[in-house]
């Protein structure tokens, strides 16, 4: 088993930043990849960003120039800094950890809440 923390979630105003943290802990032997996803009410969840361990980085085209993934110095962390925040990046914002043989795991998730 493993767990997913997510942190750094709250409330600020249309063009300010926020960076959130991921840290995994448990059974986490070989991480492939973890990648941030949010999910706004009446919406699919959907990616946000998504680094693998070997540094390849893809993003949201709404996020691109905006937002930027990175690890820790320890493989099992996250943080996606997010710049120019915009009302519409209001959601809950979730941590996935995939690790080798599709095992998945997720955060419980924090809240940005981008006032306008």
Known sequence: QAQVVESGGGLVQ??????????ASGSIFS?????WYRQAP?????LVARITT???TNYA?????????????AKNTVYLQMS?????????YYCKCELTGA???WGQG???TVSS
């Open 103 to 105: 095992r998945v795991y």
């Open 61 to 73: 085209d709404s996020v691109k120039g905006r937002f930027t993934i990175s690890r820790g110095n």
């Open 54 to 56: 070997g540094g390849s």
């Open 14 to 23: 249309a063009g300010g930043s926020l960076r959130l943290s991921c840290a």
């Open 84 to 92: 120019s925040l915009e009302p519409e990046d209001t959601a809950v």
């Open 42 to 46: 009446g919406k699919q969840r959907e």
């Open 110 to 112: 924090t809240q940005v």
């Open 31 to 35: 991480i492939n990849a973890m990648g």
